[in-house]
């Protein structure tokens, strides 16, 4: 069973930046191409991409945080990254780690973390 743990949330003022981390655990091979990422859920607001990022590096963000986030991921330690850079009111969430595991010709099987809330503050 995957377990993820999320950190680096907090409180931070509009302009700032805040790094998120997921370290997943129960990764193995026979779960096939990992992609990992991160999603969030604002008051009132369905869940929503945040970015993601698959094992040969390949990433996709949504439109609202091009050029502020970053993901990045190490996966010796099967732990994805979340740089936030110039963060507004409208990027405070509950961000949520995901983990999506696809062989070929199965159904895919996802993991989520239990959420870490950013707050920021105009």
């Known amino acids: 069973q995957v377990h993820l743990v999320e950190s680096g949330g907090g409180l931070v003022r509009a302009g700032g930046s805040l790094t998120l981390s997921c370290a997943a655990s129960?990764?193995?091979?026979?779960?096939?191409?990992?992609?990992m990422g991160w999603y969030r859920q604002g008051p009132g607001k369905e869940r929503e991409l945040v970015a993601t990022?698959?094992?040969?590096?390949?990433?996709n963000y949504a439109d609202s945080v091009k050029g502020r986030f970053a993901i990045s991921r190490d996966n010796a330690k099967n732990t994805v990254y979340l740089h936030m850079n110039n963060l507004k009111p409208e990027d405070t969430s509950v961000y949520y780690c995901?983990?999506?595991?696809?062989?070929?010709?199965?159904?895919?099987?996802?993991?989520w973390g239990q959420g870490t809330q950013v707050t920021v503050s105009s």
């Open positions: 995901h983990v999506e595991g696809r062989r070929p010709f199965d159904i895919p099987k996802t993991w």
């Open positions: 129960g990764i193995t091979a026979s779960m096939g191409a990992i992609t």
């Open positions: 990022m698959t094992r040969g590096a390949v990433t």
